[in-house]
């Protein structure tokens, strides 16, 4: 075999892995019974407390939400306003980056 075989199966074999890593989600927790995914999450500039998430639970992708771990809310896409619950994901969104 020549050694442009093995280059081309090295190279094969990291793209296949770096294909194949980036579709999984950015963490996955067992959270209250449930499978609790953060598919994507960004931390606001401006304010440090804000976090910009999706998350699915058991398999079901929410939506993008506005995570407000000061005030204990979230902001859904139509600007609807919702308290975290008790054993809420949303809970597990904010534990994960708490500083304190």
């Known amino acids: 075999m020549s ?9 094969l074999l990291i793209l ?3 294909v194949v890593l980036s579709v999984f989600p ?3 927790r067992n959270y209250d019974g ?8 960004n931390r606001s500039a401006k304010n440090y407390w804000e976090y910009r998430a999706s998350v699915s639970v058991d398999g079901v992708k929410n939506p993008k939400e506005v995570y ?7 902001v859904k896409q139509d600007k609807t306003v919702v308290s975290f619950r008790q054993n809420d994901p949303s809970e597990l969104v ?3 980056f708490n500083k304190s």
Do not use: G, Q
Request: aromatic share 10%.
């Open 26 to 28: 950015f963490i996955c």
């Open 34 to 41: 449930h499978i609790v995914c953060i598919l994507s999450i």
């Open 3 to 11: 050694i442009w075989k093995y280059v081309t199966l090295a190279l």
């Open 94 to 96: 904010c534990s994960l």
């Open 68 to 74: 407000n771990c000061r005030e204990r809310v979230k």
């Open 16 to 18: 296949t892995n770096t």
